[in-house]
């Protein structure tokens, strides 16, 4: 039998959905619905059908199912910037649960730009069931056009008729302004990210809005690259009018931002407190330790992901506001009491 059981493996012709079917004991119409649909067959049936479809080498084709099905079983997740640290969470929440689901998720760096960005989805629009746009860089009029074509869903970013996830922007620099207020700071630069970038406007309206009611004075600098390098850049422009309290778009450029500040011979947090967002990898390893505005990164990439899916199986949303993640303030060695 063992003998048999390997012979089976090493099929040398074209493994079917058939050869599947027999040998796990169900009908073909099963083992197609195990990977087109796996919503549809019983867990435990589908975990069997794919761990014998594993050992003869059968392997599902998804274009060859979508001229049935109109489905691929596979989705596109577009991102900004594939080397931020900010992504990495994000991303690997979204691929496990499309994975959880019997999708493939395929990803595509932007580095950016709004017209790599375009580019990319002109290629693989036609090929996957939906899109998850991360921190998108194109118009509001361009996501909308995608979105008549697939279904899509906008991650930290809130457009219009189209379905989002965002973190809670507005409540994660009101709580970092309140801590630099505590503190006795009295003044604060905001290091701002891209131009484009929805989350940055959103930070600073909210840090405005929040300085009002705290009493404080705030002043903006950038718009800036939101890497390590812009961080370090805004450095100079910060010392040409410097605040002992900073707020900086991302962690990478609080990171930036402190390396910078040390080289003007500027002491953190003696000197200046700083504050970043998204608590990436890495952020409690540098000197200070850095405090950051945190979300919950992979949540945030699986609950798009899991909305997506809703989406494509023709739920509709039943609401138009987008779907807040909450953030907190994780404080640690960058900030301290301002020595007046």
Do not use: C
Not at 30 to 41: E, I, L
Not at 216 to 238: F, I, K
Not at 255 to 274: H, K, W
């Amino acid at each position: 039998m063992a003998g048999d059981h390997d012979n089976r493996r090493r099929h040398s012709g074209a493994v079917t959905i058939y050869d599947v079917a027999r040998e796990v004991g169900v009908a073909p119409s099963t083992v197609s619905r195990a990977f087109s649909r796996p919503g549809r067959v019983n867990a435990e049936t589908a975990e069997r059908i794919r761990r014998v479809a594993d050992e003869l080498g059968y392997r599902a084709n998804p274009m060859a199912r979508a001229l049935t099905t109109a489905r691929t079983s596979m989705v596109a997740m577009v991102t900004a910037d594939i080397t931020n640290p900010v992504f990495f969470e994000i991303i690997r929440g979204a691929d496990e649960a499309a994975s959880q689901a019997g999708y493939v998720m395929l990803l595509a760096d932007t580095q950016e730009s709004d017209r790599r960005e375009r580019d990319s989805l002109d290629r693989v629009v036609s090929n996957v069931d939906g899109i998850v746009l991360t921190s998108s860089r194109m118009s509001d009029s361009a996501i909308r056009m995608i979105a008549k074509q697939k279904p899509t869903i906008v991650l930290n970013r809130a457009v219009t008729d189209v379905p989002s996830v965002v973190t809670d922007d507005a409540r994660g620099v009101r709580r970092a302004a309140e801590h630099l207020g505590g503190y006795g700071h009295r003044a604060i630069t905001y290091i701002a990210g891209p131009e484009a970038s929805w989350a940055d406007g959103m930070r600073w309206r909210g840090l405005r809005e929040a300085a009002l009611e705290l009493e404080l004075t705030v002043r903006r600098v950038g718009p800036g690259v939101p890497t390590v390098d812009g961080g370090d850049a805004a450095a100079q422009r910060w010392s040409e009018h410097p605040t002992s309290g900073v707020i900086a778009y991302n962690a990478q450029m609080a990171i930036g931002f402190i390396r910078g500040a040390r080289a003007l011979g500027a002491q953190v947090p003696d000197e200046v407190s700083v504050i970043g967002f998204d608590n990436i990898f890495g952020a409690e390893l540098v000197t200070p330790p850095l405090t950051t505005v945190a979300a919950p990164l992979r949540a945030l990439g699986s609950t798009a992901v899991r909305t997506l899916l809703r989406l494509i199986g023709g739920k509709r949303m039943t609401t138009r506001r987008p779907l807040v993640v909450p953030t907190r303030l994780v404080v640690r060695g960058s900030t301290a009491r301002h020595q007046a």
